[in-house]
């Protein structure tokens, strides 16, 4: 007897037959990689899953494809549905319900395990953390040498600061001995305080990626750090235990570069408008002090003004003197001494007076400073600004004190 | 003596002293005294701010070698 001959169809349906009332195939979990991820237009998803040695195509259609997570090639995950055949393809493929990401509810519990005992020790507290240096004498980076992590935090510190001297300590920011390398890095640069502050991070990535910055080795090594740690790692929305412990947070490198390097502009800036308020002001109080020095001596010489003996002169001056040398001691003592001096002097010469209405008066040859001195008779002669007047005493009145 | 000071504190000083010099009544000693520190600072300030040497550098074991 001869070999039933099928169609195509029939041989399809066969298989999908089978397949569909197989315990294991038509509901099965199956685990492995990501790859060949596209979305359809139609909304439905196809990718490929495949493990060391086999692959598998999948599809996933569009009323089941709601994803708490974006699907990416490399993810590790479980998918779960039924495998076919779709006859007119003659495709084996698995016809996924709904995808998980492996072994990330793992990751999730030893974060959070990890979270609540270095917190209870005291590893987060603010206390602890360090205020960053307002001007460093240079920045320290632990990341990647490739990447664009450093090159964001070489461009921000260059423009704000381009003298800025910058230390790159390179390590492996995920994967297998990630966290050491990490914790290594810390602890060289602490010891070696090339930087008076360090940065700490990487780029975006999926919770694996960045766990190398949940371990305890890089929290310890971060707290027992002497120099304030900026940690920057993965996206704004990435919150690791490394953030927790860093003595501050910055949502991307840029921004950490931003935190840890001021502008220079700006400080000489600064400097400068310091020292012009401080200029100001002492030029103006100096201004101050010469005002109300002129208007004491004027209101003292408007009193003196109309005594010219000698000894008043001499007592005037030598007040002068006093006050001027402890008003402007350091600065202008000699020469304002000497101003002073003429000042009072010339204000009190008799010309000044004479011209004011007083008059001098000579007998002889004689100044005549007081009544006393002359006699009815005497022949005398009074000096005006403009002019002498001859005249003779024909009497004489004398009164006690002024 | 004023040079291992930090640039904070320093800056800190030179604020207080442009303080100073604005709002009370001194005697001309004091002023004297109080712009003369003022000086000193801004030189000690602004040549920090000069002594700085840009350099972008790998921190490697042959690095940690040397420096140790």
């Known amino acids: ?402 | 003596m004023m040079e291992n000071r930090s640039y904070e504190d320093l800056m800190a000083e030179l604020e207080l002293v442009s303080k100073r010099l604005s709002s009370e009544s001194l005697l001309m000693e004091e002023m004297v005294e109080l712009y003369e520190r003022g000086m000193e600072l801004n030189s000690i300030l602004s040549k920090m701010l000069d002594s700085f040497d840009a350099r972008i550098e790998k921190v490697t074991l042959e690095y940690t070698k040397n420096e140790g």
């Open chain 1, 1 to 402: 007897m001869g070999k039933l001959i099928l169609t195509v169809s029939g041989l399809n349906e066969y298989a999908a037959n089978l397949m569909r009332r197989d315990f294991v195939l038509r509901d099965v979990k199956v685990s492995g990689e990501l790859s060949d991820v596209k979305w359809h237009t139609s909304g439905h998803l196809y990718f490929t899953l495949k493990d060391e040695s086999a692959l598998i195509r999948c599809v996933m259609f569009s009323r089941d494809a709601e994803l708490s997570f974006v699907p990416q090639n490399g993810m590790h995950v479980i998918a779960s549905g039924h495998v076919s055949l779709y006859v007119q393809g003659g495709q084996y493929q698995l016809y996924v319900k709904d995808i998980e990401q492996q072994g990330i509810g793992e990751l999730f519990v030893r974060f959070n395990k990890l979270k609540e005992k270095l917190e209870s020790e005291g590893l987060f507290d603010s206390s602890h953390k360090k205020r960053l240096p307002r001007l460093p004498k240079a920045i320290g980076v632990i990341t990647s040498e490739t990447g664009a992590v450093i090159k964001d935090i070489i461009d921000v510190t260059t423009r704000r600061f381009p003298t800025m001297p910058i230390y790159l300590y390179p390590v492996k920011v995920q994967g297998i001995g990630a966290a050491e390398e990490i914790a290594e890095g810390i602890r060289v640069m602490d010891s070696m305080k090339l930087a008076d502050v360090l940065i700490v991070g990487r780029g975006g990535g999926s919770m694996e990626d960045l766990f190398a910055f949940n371990e305890e080795i890089v929290a310890r090594a971060i707290y027992e750090c002497s120099i304030p740690v900026v940690s920057a790692v993965g996206h704004e929305t990435d919150f690791s235990i490394a953030d927790y412990v860093a003595d501050m947070r910055a949502p991307t490198p840029s921004a950490a570069a931003e935190i840890c390097v001021p502008v220079l502009e700006e400080l000489y800036m600064k400097l400068d408008d310091l020292i012009e308020d401080i200029k100001n002001s002492v030029s103006n109080k100096l201004k101050q002090e010469r005002r109300s020095n002129e208007l004491m001596m004027r209101s003292y010489l408007f009193k003196r003004v109309h005594a010219m003996v000698g000894g008043e002169k001499r007592r005037l001056a030598g007040l002068l003197k006093e006050r001027t040398l402890h008003m402007e001691h350091k600065l202008n003592a000699e020469r304002l001494r000497q101003e002073a001096v003429f000042k009072a002097l010339g204000a009190l010469s008799p010309y000044f007076a004479l011209k004011r209405g007083y008059a001098i008066i000579k007998h002889g040859e004689k100044y005549v400073s007081s009544a006393d001195m002359i006699e009815n008779g005497d022949n005398l002669n009074i000096i005006m600004y403009d002019g002498v007047i001859n005249a003779t005493a024909c009497g004489k009145e004398t009164y006690d004190g002024e």
